[in-house]
């Protein structure tokens, strides 16, 4: 069992099926009272009675207050988990750019914004960030779901730095491809870069909760990632390049 959070009041976004309600699941298995959140209402509700927890459907970023209440009065963990995979180039339409913009990384602004005050005044709270790898990569065919994931993966390292000296904890996930549904939407392009080395959502929460125990910020369920990080910090022409050879060869697929 991780002591950090037995018996904490954890709430997670998005939790009626894959990532989401993997961690669910964990945070309950090791001791935690659950909030879960989802916009399906029946799905929400199923990982609820599952685990034990409470059910708190509804839009992401304006059920803190409910789910503060839910869990007694504190919220000690917040899982901010919901995403979209939004696919397109730069001329995706302004409605998609702008819904990934709000899911993406404005849901995550708005629920530290009502959580910090507490957390700060206290010195501890702890806020895990789905985020992506593509967030520290990039991912073909998908310009607003990287673009925002860059943004998630951000704001999760500028709530890091800014407040761990007055006990905030932050982690940022960044798997590649998880067999999910959303893997499933990512159609060619998934098929080609994510799903050869595809994983399931429980090994996403074995990840964190083995970063938790290590205090890491960084979470990489795929360690390659690591790798690839590296090159495209310090050669990011040669990773371009190679980045682009997926590209040309996925569009040679369609």
Not at 23 to 34: H, P
Not at 100 to 128: C, K, Q, T, Y
Not at 131 to 158: C, D, N, Q, R
Not at 203 to 229: C, K, M, N, Q, S
Request: with cysteine; proline share 4%.
């Amino acid at each position: 069992m991780v002591e950090a959070v037995q018996d904490a009041g954890v709430v997670v976004t998005g939790a009626g099926g894959g990532i989401g309600a993997a961690l669910a699941r964990r945070f309950a298995a090791e001791g935690a009272r659950v909030v879960v959140n989802d916009l399906d209402v029946a799905k929400a509700k199923a990982v609820a009675d599952e685990i034990g927890g409470i059910a708190v459907p509804g839009d992401a970023s304006a059920i803190v207050a409910e789910a503060r209440e839910a869990l007694g009065g504190t919220v000690d963990v917040y899982c901010a988990n919901a995403g979209l995979a939004s696919a397109g180039s730069e001329g995706a339409d302004g409605k998609v750019w702008a819904l990934a913009w709000d899911v993406n990384v404005m849901a995550h602004v708005r629920a530290a914004e009502e959580l910090l005050p507490a957390w700060l005044e206290r010195g501890s709270g702890r806020f895990i960030s789905t985020v992506s790898a593509a967030g520290l990569l990039t991912m073909i065919g998908a310009a607003p779901y990287s673009v925002t994931k860059h943004g998630a993966y951000a704001f999760a390292e500028w709530l890091s730095l800014t407040y761990r000296h007055r006990g905030l904890k932050v982690h940022a996930i960044c798997p590649q491809g998880v067999r999910t549904d959303m893997l499933d939407a990512t159609g060619s392009a998934g098929d080609l870069v994510l799903q050869p080395t595809a994983i399931e959502p429980e090994a996403v929460a074995d990840a964190l909760f083995a970063g938790i125990e290590e205090d890491r910020f960084l979470i990489l369920p795929h360690p390659e990632v690591a790798g690839y990080y590296q090159v495209r910090a310090t050669d990011p022409d040669r990773w371009l390049t190679n980045m682009n050879h997926i590209q040309q060869k996925w569009e040679a697929g369609r």
